[in-house]
């Protein structure tokens, strides 16, 4: 199994930044794709960001392009997620997960392992 543990939300204004973390442990050594979701209350998991585990390659939701940058530390176990640029629609709770199977995908259902979010509130 993995672990995994969200950390750095909070309330920032409209224009400013955040970044989040998450933090793995257990079976990271088959982790191959960590992925950031976000969701608001009575909608789906919308995908933001994911990113390689194990080489280079990062993929982004078109709403988030240009203002989010995802990254790793594997000798952390940790992936970010820098959010620049906020918008009032940006606040959700986000969710760090991990697939060990797909090597890149934005389906949720493909993920294995969640943390338990963490919220970010952008406000006007």
């Known amino acids: 199994q993995v672990q995994l543990v969200e950390s750095g939300g909070g309330l920032v204004q409209a224009g400013g930044s955040l970044r989040l973390s998450c933090a793995a442990s257990?079976?990271?050594?088959?982790?191959?794709?960590m992925g950031w979701f976000r969701q608001t209350p009575g909608n789906e998991r919308e995908f933001v960001a994911a990113?390689?585990?194990?080489?280079?390659?990062?993929y982004y939701a078109e709403s988030v392009k240009g203002r989010f940058t995802i990254s790793r530390d594997n000798a952390k176990n940790t992936v970010y997620l820098e959010m620049n640029s906020l918008k009032p629609e940006d606040t959700a709770i986000y969710y760090c997960?991990?697939?060990?199977?797909?090597?890149?995908?934005?389906?949720?259902?493909?993920?294995?392992?969640w943390g338990r979010g963490t919220q970010v509130t952008v406000s006007s």
């Open positions: 997960a991990t697939s060990l199977t797909a090597t890149m995908t934005e389906v949720d259902t493909e993920y294995d392992y």
């Open positions: 257990g079976r990271t050594s088959s982790m191959l794709l």
């Open positions: 990113s390689h585990w194990k080489w280079d390659g990062t």
